[in-house]
């Protein structure tokens, strides 16, 4: 079993940046594709970005392409989502998934229903 923790988040204005961590321990991630999610209040989760640990591919909602990339360190056992040119609808609460796959990602790798294991989420808030 993959434990997960993110961390990184915090208040930003607009148009700034921030990366997320997130922290895996228990397994290797090398059969697992990992997922960045986001929900803000009142809303339904979104998935917006994951990348396999088989082949390094990876995807991304249109809300966030050309923004975000998600990345992965395998000595630090971390996968990263570095946003860049933050918008006052990209606050929510964001979490880091797995599910164990060697499916190449697409838009399957979006939706929260293909993920059995969660990390607790980390807070980004971006405001003036």
């Known amino acids: 079993q993959v434990q997960l923790v993110e961390s990184g988040g915090g208040l930003v204005q607009p148009g700034g940046s921030l990366r997320l961590s997130c922290v895996h321990s228990g397994s290797s991630l090398d059969y697992y594709v990992i997922g960045w999610f986001r929900q803000a209040p009142g809303k339904e989760r979104e998935g917006i970005s994951c990348k396999s640990g088989s082949d390094g591919m990876t995807y991304y909602a249109d809300s966030v392409k050309g923004r975000f990339t998600i990345s992965r360190d395998n000595a630090k056992n971390t996968v990263y989502l570095q946003m860049n040119d933050l918008k006052r609808e990209d606050t929510a609460v964001y979490y880091c998934?797995?599910?164990?796959?060697?499916?190449?990602?697409?838009?399957?790798?979006?939706?929260?229903?293909?993920?059995?294991?969660w990390g607790q989420g980390t807070q980004v808030t971006v405001s003036s």
């Open positions: 998934a797995t599910t164990r796959s060697l499916r190449s990602p697409g838009s399957w790798c979006l939706s929260q229903y293909e993920y059995d294991n």
